[in-house]
């Protein structure tokens, strides 16, 4: 397999969500960590030597998934017919980005009475945000792979 390496990096946040092996004693150092070791990653795809749409898609391939489990088991599925593997699995890929997305405006407001809206708003936003942060680092090693002209 030629992209190992490559495969690692994409399913690190898993692992880090996974594991707790972000810093909690340094929730915003971490996240600062973590948000651009994504960016990083970002980067690293654009310079892959497949087509840049292959390598884009491959790069958010496990996000993908991850987000269709979380949709599927959070958003289409009620509480007792959800799969907990299936859970863990979404919501442990995206942990390292819940503590960004708390500090966007507030997504509390939700709801008055439960915490469940808010907290898959929270989930949702911190998908997003870590789609585009992926997108922005791409854009970014691809801007810096052209030649000035």
Do not use: H
Request: charged letters at 10%.
């Amino acid at each position: 397999m030629k992209y190992r390496i490559q495969l690692l990096w994409i399913v690190a946040p898993f692992f880090i969500g996974l594991g707790g092996l972000y810093f909690i004693s340094a929730p915003y150092l971490s996240q600062t960590i973590i948000v651009l070791f994504w960016f990083w990653v970002g980067t690293r795809f654009a310079a892959l030597s497949k087509s840049k749409l292959r390598s884009f898609v491959f790069g958010n391939s496990v996000w993908g998934i991850c987000f269709v489990l979380f949709v599927w088991q959070f958003l289409l599925e009620s509480q007792p017919d959800r799969f907990k593997a299936l859970e863990v699995i979404s919501l442990s890929y995206i942990s390292p980005f819940y503590i960004v997305t708390q500090a966007l405006p507030p997504i509390g407001y939700f709801s008055r009475f439960t915490l469940t809206p808010a907290i898959t708003a929270l989930t949702v936003v911190a998908y997003l945000l870590m789609f585009c942060i992926f997108a922005l680092g791409f854009l970014w090693g691809r801007f810096k792979q052209q030649p000035a002209s």
